[in-house]
């Protein structure tokens, strides 16, 4: 016999897709922070995020007829139809992450437009509304989220120790901390202030805050343009590599992302100059216009497909090469000085 399944069944499976891990918890409220326009976020985890992840932000805030709403599947105001997707300027579109994450946790959300004189307090626990009442509190939005996977716990053994998921949020929100300088961005462990940024914009200086001074000190920063795509990128000359990709983040458009097609452009940039098995530092940021690729790829988001692959990989090659060129020019002069 085949059955429709219940709401509640139905929106645990589809929890699974978008909520594998505290982490996919912090990325989804993290993004949707973004998106709210917050010059400010911070976030806080305990055990790993497992018993308590807390994003506050100072966006525009959820209007109090509209809170109910945002926690139902497929409810976003960032799309209005398919046409939509060929040009999503927002890292959320997808309108299930706050339907997934109360489905599995004990969801608190606290919000006020500027417009409004009071706030709104939601609960959610295992997807059913516990409260919904009025409650004093400043603009912008808060969101709590307590015991995880508590209803499924099958995927609460999955989760791996609580220094394992914590190192994973902090390696995230430290990436989004370098995609968005011009945002404050505050991280928090188990009552410990890890890092803030200051928000003034300054990328150079944000990679020092975020990394260490010194290696930062050893990066070339860069800015180059074509095609319409434009990378800033701060890389290491060749006398700095790892062993591994680990130093090597990349941001499209604002948005964390994986990619072998950058990779490409980074290895060609450097071919002749690192030995194989070596890779450079390498913070790249691009700006391509939306039109150009596709980013519903993966639930996660951290895939993107470019249209036009060696676009991508001509301009990160050429980028950092013009920057490497000009570093190793330097000594010369100075010798010819
Ligand atoms: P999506 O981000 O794909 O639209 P979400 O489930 O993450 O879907 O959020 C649903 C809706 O709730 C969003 O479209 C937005 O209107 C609202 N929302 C969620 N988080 C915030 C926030 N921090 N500030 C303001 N609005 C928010
Ligand atoms: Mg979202």
Do not use: W
């Not at 994973?168 to 505050?186: G, K, N």
């Amino acid at each position: 016999m085949i059955r429709i399944l219940d709401k509640s069944t139905a929106d645990k499976i589809a929890a699974g897709e978008v909520v594998e891990r505290p982490l996919s918890v912090v990325k989804e409220l993290v993004e949707n922070s973004i998106d709210a326009g917050a010059k400010k976020i911070a976030v806080e985890i305990k055990n790993g995020g497992k018993s308590y992840i807390r994003v506050t932000d100072d966006g525009c805030g959820i209007a109090a007829d509209e809170c109910e709403k945002a926690f139902m599947r497929h409810a976003t105001s960032k799309i209005i139809n398919a046409e939509d997707l060929n040009s999503i300027s927002t890292l959320g579109f997808r309108g299930e992450a706050l339907a997934s994450i109360a489905a599995i946790s004990r969801t608190e959300l606290l919000t006020k437009t500027k417009e409004s004189k009071t706030g709104s307090k939601l609960i959610i626990e295992g997807g059913q509304i516990i409260e919904n009442t009025p409650v004093g509190c400043p603009d912008g939005t808060t969101m709590v989220i307590r015991d995880l996977f508590f209803n499924t716990p099958a995927r609460l053994k999955f989760m791996r120790a609580d220094s394992a998921e914590s190192s994973s949020v902090i390696e995230f929100v430290t990436d989004i901390a370098l995609a968005y300088p011009d945002i404050r961005i505050q991280m928090i462990n188990n009552d410990k202030i890890l890092f803030a940024t200051n928000g003034r914009g300054n990328r150079g200086q944000t990679i020092a805050t975020l990394t260490s001074s010194i290696l930062a000190d050893k990066l070339i920063p860069f800015i180059y343009e074509e095609e319409g795509i434009t990378v800033e990128g701060y890389v290491s000359g060749p006398g700095e590599s790892r062993s591994s990709r680990k130093n090597q983040v990349f941001f499209v458009n604002g948005r964390v992302i994986d990619s072998k097609v950058i990779e490409k452009g980074i290895n060609r940039a450097y071919s002749d100059r690192l030995f194989e098995g070596r890779f450079p530092i390498c913070y790249l940021f691009i700006t391509v216009s939306p039109e150009r690729m596709d980013v519903n790829i993966h639930p996660n988001k951290r895939q993107v497909r470019f249209y036009d692959e060696d676009a991508i990989i001509n301009t990160v090659r050429k980028g950092i090469i013009t920057a490497l060129d000009s570093e190793e020019a330097v000594p010369t002069i100075k010798e010819k000085a």
